[in-house]
């Protein structure tokens, strides 16, 4: 037997979540039965979007179930197969994390080859949140030449990859994130304009400031004021990739709603949502973009890690709290 611990949905949170909705629990692992592999996680990611399946409502992926472990991606070691496809010490990656270990069909695991890169990497800018700034970019907001690209929550997982994204294609590019460290990260990754949203009392002002002939892009992570400082500043004809709205996720009812909506009219605008999982047409194309940008160094990224299972919840929290500069990860031991 293998003893792995793993962290429950305990109750479903109304508001912003609290310690209170997580339990960690201690799961006997039996030997992998035939077909299976046992896999002990290094690595897993905690998303903004895992909020969303902790209320139970039909969305496009099911919610998570009370007294259950939750699910994510993670990265591990095997260190059992009774699978010929996977041996012993392979790295794979999976969707079992929030877990220090499982047993699980040798299918339902990824062989990882990391061509250098550090596995977590595959949580990251390599991996889902990567590939959501390419496919924002790129396929939704229709990415052309001259445009001015404005990007919120710029300093996170998903926004400090489309800021790059956008730079490295030769775009000028505006980033709001929280603070002044996050700011400063911002410009270190090339952005023109980086807009430190806490200290500035009109985000309207301070964003027609920084792109004074307008906005063509919007790259939208965060919702409310940012949303409607974008349709204030967006030229005509803007497009609007809606890639998440983290200020409304915790909303317990429909919100305040957004102010300035009808200037999607008069300027022609297109808003478009988008969720990554209906876009994995584009993976081979981001893997090799990605590949040589980073041969090239010209990707940047940054971690921010918390230490062991028992500390998963507090991570997860503390997306809602900005406490993550670049990629939220929990390193598992
Ligand atoms: P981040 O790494 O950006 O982490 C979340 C950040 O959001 C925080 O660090 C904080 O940054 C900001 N934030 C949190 N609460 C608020 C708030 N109330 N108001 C303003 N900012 C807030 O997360 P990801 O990069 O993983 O995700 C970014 C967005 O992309 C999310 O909306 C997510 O749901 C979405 N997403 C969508 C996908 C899709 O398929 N459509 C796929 C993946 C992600 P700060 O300190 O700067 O405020």
Redo the contacts with the bound molecule.
Sequence with gaps: MTVSREIRLKSRPSGLPTADNFELARVDLPDPSPGQVQVKNTWMTV???MRGRMNDVRSYTPPFQLGQALQGGAVGEVTASNDPSLKTGDLVQSFFGWREAFNAPAAAVQKLDTHGLPPQAFLGFAG??GL?AYVGLLRIAELKAGDVVFVS?A?????SVACQIAKLKGHTVIGS???SQ?AGFLREIGVDHAIDYKAERDLTAALMRAAPEGIDVYFE??G?AHMEAALAAAKTFGRFAL?????EYNNTDLGQGVRGLVQVVGKSLTLRG???SNHTDMQDAFVKDLAGWVAAGKIQSRETVKEGIENAPAAFLG??K?E?LG??LVRLN
């Design positions: 998303d903004p979007y889902m949140p959501t929550g300093a996170g997982a998903v926004g994130a929280g603070g996050k992570n965060v409310g890639c998440g709205m983290i200020s988008f969720i990554v997306l809602f900005g993550n990629k939220m």
